[in-house]
């Protein structure tokens, strides 16, 4: 480059903001047990969407909290009746639909499950045959009443919104970063939440966690436009004994950990509380009925990798998805 050209190139970068100053401000905070961050486009002073956005999560999470004594989901299952806030009620409505649609792969009320193998707490172990049998008789919607405007719970059962609270968080703040004019890029932990267009109007990167090696990405999508990513995965949380790999996700109905031959199951979709459900519910089905069902349905696109590393990506995606490895298309 001659030092005339050099010169332009440096003036235009100084003139256009753009030397070494990002266009964008971010933010990361910790709610729902995990790391989240926010970046925002288009605004000089972000304080106040962050602000928003932190409060918005923080709301969720008083209200779907299995951990928060006062949270209305710890309530309900203590037993309590329940007046539900607005999101409840969604949440509620959402889940259940979502787990007639799966088939009751995504169950809302799968906590004395998770309970049992020791996921709330981290106290792992294998239960007896008996205890799994009996906490299958208390699991599934028809459990869950709605009576004079309040919600309880019978028989015992108990609800856990862990495999959708953070796809609906994030739809739920995608609405409020559109609402004070910005574009963004929302991660909370494994759920990516792309809101509108990059100033520069370049397409928003997100990678897919490669499950074999969890600090790594296997894979990368290119969107444009808003779009719910979210990946489940049997490497995000597990324990082993005895060899075996008993992972955080569970088969509704047996009462095991998932064990379908998937590593992992990434969803996009416009709506982060079907992506993150979806997510969920289609590694418990595995590679063949998730196939199978993405064919009946319009709402979603996947990606689905299997233990022997197979990548599978439905077609919808396929321009948008780069990878270094073989990958097979599923087509309609
Ligand atoms: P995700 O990481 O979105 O796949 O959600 C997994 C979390 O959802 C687990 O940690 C449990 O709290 C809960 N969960 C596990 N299995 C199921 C299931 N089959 N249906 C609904 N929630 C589940
Ligand atoms: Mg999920």
Same mark, same amino acid.
């Given at each position: 480059m001659?030092?005339?050209? $050099? ?6 970068? $100084?003139?256009? #903001?753009? @030397? ?5 401000q971010?933010t990361?905070?910790?709610?729902m047990d995990?790391?989240?961050?926010l970046?925002?486009?288009g605004? &000089? ?8 956005v932190i409060?918005g999560?923080?709301?969720l999470e008083n209200?779907?909290?299995?951990t928060?004594?006062?949270s ?5 299952n203590r #037993?309590?009746?329940v007046?539900?806030? &607005?999101d409840?009620?969604i949440l509620?409505?959402?889940s259940? @639909?979502?787990s007639?649609?799966?088939?009751g ?5 799968i906590?004395?499950l ?5 996921f709330t707490t981290?106290?792992?172990r294998?239960?007896e =045959?008996? =205890?799994v /049998?009996n ?6 919607? /028809?459990?869950?009443?709605f009576?004079?405007?309040?919600i309880?719970l019978?028989?015992?059962t108990q609800l856990d ?13 995608a609405k409020?970063?559109? &609402?004070?004019?910005?574009s963004?890029?929302l991660?909370l932990?494994g759920?990516? /939440?792309?809101v509108?267009?990059k100033?520069?109007?370049s397409?928003?990167r997100?990678g897919?966690?490669?499950p074999e090696?969890p ?10 436009g808003?779009?719910a990513v979210v ?7 597990y324990f082993? &004994?005895n060899g075996v790999r008993?992972?955080h ?9 998932? /064990?379908t031959?998937l ?8 709506s982060?509380f ?7 519910a289609?590694?418990?089905? #595995? $590679?063949?009925?998730a196939t199978?069902?993405?064919?009946d349905?319009d709402?979603?696109e996947m990606?689905l990798i299997?233990?022997?590393g197979e ?7 396929s321009?948008?998805?780069?990878c270094?490895k073989e990958?097979q298309?599923i087509?309609?």
């Amino acid at each position: 480059m001659t030092k005339r050209l $050099l010169a332009l190139v440096l003036a235009f970068l $100084l003139l256009t #903001g753009c @030397a070494g100053r990002p266009d964008w401000q971010e933010t990361e905070f910790f709610a729902m047990d995990t790391v989240m961050k926010l970046r925002l486009y288009g605004t &000089e002073e972000p304080t106040e969407v962050f602000g928003t956005v932190i409060r918005g999560i923080s709301a969720l999470e008083n209200v779907l909290s299995v951990t928060k004594e006062e949270s209305s989901v710890a309530r309900l299952n203590r #037993g309590e009746a329940v007046t539900p806030s &607005e999101d409840l009620r969604i949440l509620l409505e959402k889940s259940i @639909a979502l787990s007639e649609r799966t088939d009751g792969c995504l169950d809302p009320t799968i906590y004395p499950l998770v309970k049992l193998w020791g996921f709330t707490t981290g106290e792992y172990r294998v239960p007896e =045959e008996t =205890e799994v /049998q009996n906490a299958l008789k208390i699991i599934g919607s /028809q459990y869950i009443s709605f009576e004079n405007d309040m919600i309880s719970l019978k028989n015992g059962t108990q609800l856990d919104f862990g495999a959708v609270a953070k796809g609906y968080a994030a739809e739920v703040c995608a609405k409020m970063i559109r &609402e004070a004019g910005c574009s963004g890029i929302l991660t909370l932990g494994g759920n990516i /939440q792309t809101v509108g267009e990059k100033p520069d109007g370049s397409d928003w990167r997100v990678g897919i966690t490669d499950p074999e090696q969890p600090d790594e990405s296997i894979a990368a999508l290119s969107l444009q436009g808003s779009h719910a990513v979210v990946t489940s995965g049997g490497y995000q949380r597990y324990f082993e &004994e005895n060899g075996v790999r008993y992972s955080h996700i569970i088969d509704p109905a047996t009462g095991y950990p998932a /064990q379908t031959g998937l590593s992992s199951v990434t969803i996009v979709a416009d709506s982060g509380f079907l992506a993150d459900g979806l997510s969920t519910a289609l590694y418990v089905m #595995g $590679l063949e009925a998730a196939t199978e069902f993405w064919r009946d349905s319009d709402d979603f696109e996947m990606v689905l990798i299997t233990q022997e590393g197979e990548i599978h990506v439905s077609e919808g995606l396929s321009s948008r998805f780069s990878c270094e490895k073989e990958y097979q298309v599923i087509e309609k």
